[in-house]
Nanobody
Framework: QVQLVESGGRLVQAGGSLRLSCAAS????????MGWFRQAPGKEREFVAA????????YYADSVKGRFTISRDNAKNTVYLQINSLKPEDTAVYYC???????????????????WGQGTQVTVSS
């Protein structure tokens, strides 16, 4: 089992950048696929980005390609989401998710992740 705690969300102006972090508990973080999802007010949760257990594969939603970068530091039990060129439509609660697997398959659907954090709010002002 793993517990996830997101941080780094804040109010930022359009065009700005920020980095979200997700710290995981436990000693087996390196065996988890990690993902970021987001949910905007009145909208369904959507996939943002994911990274395989060893960082060998990453995958992004089309809406964030070129602006978001997911990475992980297994020594620190942490996954990151670097967000550049922020847009008002990026405003959402961002959730970190984890699934224990050594597969290189990248899941993009919520049910493919067993563990979830509480979320961190990102608000982009125009």
């Amino acid at each position: 089992q793993v517990q996830l705690v997101e941080s780094g969300g804040r109010l930022v102006q359009a065009g700005g950048s920020l980095r979200l972090s997700c710290a995981a508990s436990g000693r087996t973080f390196s065996s988890y696929r990690m993902g970021w999802f987001r949910q905007a007010p009145g909208k369904e949760r959507e996939f943002v980005a994911a990274i395989s257990w060893n960082g060998g594969r990453t995958y992004y939603a089309d809406s964030v390609k070129g602006r978001f970068t997911i990475s992980r530091d297994n020594a620190k039990n942490t996954v990151y989401l670097q967000i550049n060129s922020l847009k008002p439509e990026d405003t959402a609660v961002y959730y970190c998710a984890a699934e224990q697997t050594l597969s290189e398959y990248i899941g993009t659907r919520g049910h493919e992740y067993r563990y979830w954090g509480q979320g961190t709010q990102v608000t982009v002002s125009s």
